[in-house]
């Protein structure tokens, strides 16, 4: 158990629909990160955020948004979800300060996005 | 973009015998790490290696770095069926707090 939780394991929605997924990071970590994994992309890293402010944007479409509360849990917001947004959501989460090098992640169990 | 490319993309072995996957990256790292995913589970973290460092080991895992190469690889000696998973490089440039980039990924599968 990497200490990271993630909800909900599965989602099942329509194309249109909005969804939240929400996570958890292990207790101290402040900063947290949000991946997208599909099968032809791989990896892909989407938004970081640390102890509440935006810290770096990476493929994120305009339709998706993140945000991460004081408590540091943080959530994803996808909104006029298409076919191609199915995907593993994950959350990943570090002890990294500002500037930080050399920190590894810890990840969630994902989130299973399927939009049919 | 993917920073890091794994080969081969698959690889099958039997019980006992050692697994090599190669990573090649791009441009100027501080480090390189490497993850284990278990089939539709989340990454787990198994060793870092520093762009200082050349090789490290980790009980059965050996990881080698070639900066003049942009290239690593991990040796996973006298493997298990349990060692079946995906594993990933992943590479951290210098620019301060930036995330870490993935490649795609090597399955490996064990055959007890």
């Known amino acids: 158990d990497s200490g990271v939780t993630q909800t909900p394991k599965h989602l099942i929605t329509a194309t249109g629909q909005r969804v939240t997924l929400r996570c958890s990071p292990r207790s101290g970590d402040l900063s947290v990160y949000w991946y997208q994994q599909s099968l032809d992309q791989g990896l892909q890293f989407l938004i970081h955020?640390?102890?509440?402010?935006?810290?770096a944007k990476g493929n994120i479409l305009e339709r998706f948004s993140a945000q991460q509360f004081p408590d540091l849990h943080s959530e994803l917001n996808l909104s006029s979800l298409e076919l191609g947004d199915s995907a593993l959501y994950f959350c990943a989460s570090s002890v990294a300060t500002v500037g930080a090098t050399n920190e590894k992640l810890f990840f969630g169990s994902g989130t299973q996005l399927s939009v049919l | 973009s993917q920073q890091g490319e794994e080969d081969p993309q698959a690889l099958s072995i039997q019980e006992g015998e050692n697994a090599t996957m190669n990573c090649s990256y791009k441009?100027?790292?501080?480090?390189l790490q490497w993850y284990r995913q278990n089939s539709g589970r989340g990454l787990v973290h198994l060793i870092l290696?520093?762009?200082?460092?050349r090789e490290k080991h980790s009980g059965r895992l050996r990881v080698t770095l070639d900066t003049s190469k942009k290239s690593s690889s991990l040796l996973i000696t006298a493997s298990r069926a349990a060692d079946t998973a995906s594993y990933f490089c992943?590479?951290?440039?210098?620019?301060?707090?930036?995330?870490?980039?993935f490649g795609k990924g090597t399955r490996l599968s064990v055959i007890a």
């Open positions: 992943a590479t951290e440039t210098p620019s301060g707090n930036t995330p870490l980039v």
């Open positions: 441009t100027s790292i501080n480090n």
């Open positions: 290696i520093r762009s200082n460092e």
């Open positions: 955020y640390y102890n509440g402010e935006e810290r």
